[in-house]
Nanobody, 124 residues
Framework: QVQLVESGGGLVQAGGSLRLSCAASGRTFSIYNLGWFRQTPGKEREFVASIIWSGGSTRYASSVRGRFTISRDNAKNSVNLQLNSLTPEDTAVYYC?????????????????WGQGTQVTVSS
């Protein structure tokens, strides 16, 4: 089992920044890929960014590329997501997810473990 706990969400004005963190515990050696997704009411969960747990290779959704940065904190066994130049369209619940399948994908179905989510609200 892998446990994931997100933190760092909140309310920010448009143009502002936030830093989300995802702390992993348990069988972290089994993690291959760790991703961030977001979801708004009535919509499907959307891929945001991901990072290969061991090698650091990253992937971003086109809507956030250049504004968001995903990084690994080896000492803390966590992954951070820096959100810059936020817009109201970035408002969502952000989820951290881990995949143990050895597949670098963006489909939520490829991820085995999920955190509880953290709310990000961007005001105009």
């Amino acid at each position: 089992q892998v446990q994931l706990v997100e933190s760092g969400g909140g309310l920010v004005q448009a143009g502002g920044s936030l830093r989300l963190s995802c702390a992993a515990s348990g069988r972290t050696f089994s993690i291959y890929n760790l991703g961030w997704f977001r979801q708004t009411p009535g919509k499907e969960r959307e891929f945001v960014a991901s990072i290969i747990w061991s090698g650091g290779s990253t992937r971003y959704a086109s809507s956030v590329r250049g504004r968001f940065t995903i990084s690994r904190d080896n000492a803390k066994n966590s992954v951070n997501l820096q959100l810059n130049s936020l817009t109201p369209e970035d408002t969502a619940v952000y989820y951290c997810a881990a995949s143990t399948a050895g597949v670098e994908g963006t489909d939520p179905l490829a991820f085995d473990y999920w955190g509880q989510g953290t709310q990000v609200t961007v005001s105009s």
